[in-house]
């Protein structure tokens, strides 16, 4: 009796456990045909590289942004970085600079009147640096709501008002007599 009572248990559980990686089985194999279904509509998607479009921003070491939108007045610029366009909404600073951060992408646009930066905050590294457009490299500003609120790059800001040149008269009488 205990044989049979045993017997019947062990086939209970064959059969539950059969059972179970039978169900198993068919979803791992529908997940691998929608992860390579995924894999192979990315692939395209990869491989189209959208044109730029833009300002040309030249960088160094031979590195090139374009930025769509007008910085003055857009609240989102586009930047077309290596075949790929992200759109980069503006953030406050306490600093003056304008800045562009998208957190999903990471990528970090700063721009001071003098040049522009471009960040990966995700990775942690500096993208491209001494970015100017052709306006810049003439010897202008950025053309930023910073830029526009203070006096051109050119003209410095703490400079000395000019002296008057003093008449002998006045000089003669702030001269003690003895």
């Given at each position: 009796?205990?044989?049979?009572?045993?017997a019947?248990?062990?086939?209970?559980?064959?059969?539950?456990?059969?059972?179970?990686?039978?169900?198993?089985e068919?979803?791992?194999?529908?997940?691998?045909?929608?992860?390579?279904?995924?894999?192979?509509?990315?692939?395209?998607?990869?491989?189209?590289?959208?044109?730029?479009?833009?300002?040309?921003?030249q960088?160094?070491?031979?590195?090139?942004?374009?930025?769509?939108?007008?910085?003055?007045?857009?609240?989102?610029?586009?930047?077309?970085?290596?075949g790929?366009?992200?759109?980069?909404?503006?953030?406050?600073?306490?600093?003056?600079?304008?800045?562009?951060?998208?957190?999903?992408?990471?990528?970090?646009?700063?721009?001071?009147?003098s040049?522009?930066?471009?960040?990966?905050k995700?990775?942690?590294?500096?993208?491209?640096?001494?970015c100017q457009n052709?306006?810049?490299?003439?010897?202008?500003?950025?053309?930023?709501?910073?830029g526009?609120?203070?006096?051109?790059?050119?003209?410095?800001?703490?400079?000395?008002?000019?002296?008057?040149?003093?008449s002998?008269?006045?000089?003669?009488?702030?001269?003690?007599?003895?």
């Open positions: 009796m205990k044989k049979l009572i045993l019947a248990c062990i086939s209970a559980f064959t059969l539950g456990t059969v059972g179970t990686v039978m169900a198993q068919p979803a791992k194999k529908s997940t691998t045909k929608k992860a390579t279904a995924k894999k192979s509509k990315a692939a395209p998607a990869a491989e189209t590289a959208s044109t730029p479009t833009g300002e040309k921003w960088c160094e070491l031979g590195n090139v942004l374009y930025i769509s939108g007008n910085m003055l007045r857009d609240e989102v610029l586009t930047v077309h970085w290596q790929r366009d992200y759109k980069l909404p503006r953030q406050s600073t306490v600093t003056g600079a304008d800045r562009y951060f998208d957190a999903r992408s990471g990528l970090d646009l700063v721009v001071i009147p040049k522009a930066m471009l960040f990966n995700n990775l942690g590294q500096r993208l491209a640096d001494e052709a306006e810049m490299q003439a010897g202008g500003a950025a053309p930023t709501q910073a526009g609120l203070r006096a051109p790059v050119a003209s410095p800001l703490l400079a000395a008002p000019p002296q008057q040149p003093q002998d008269a006045t000089q003669q009488s702030a001269v003690p007599k003895q």
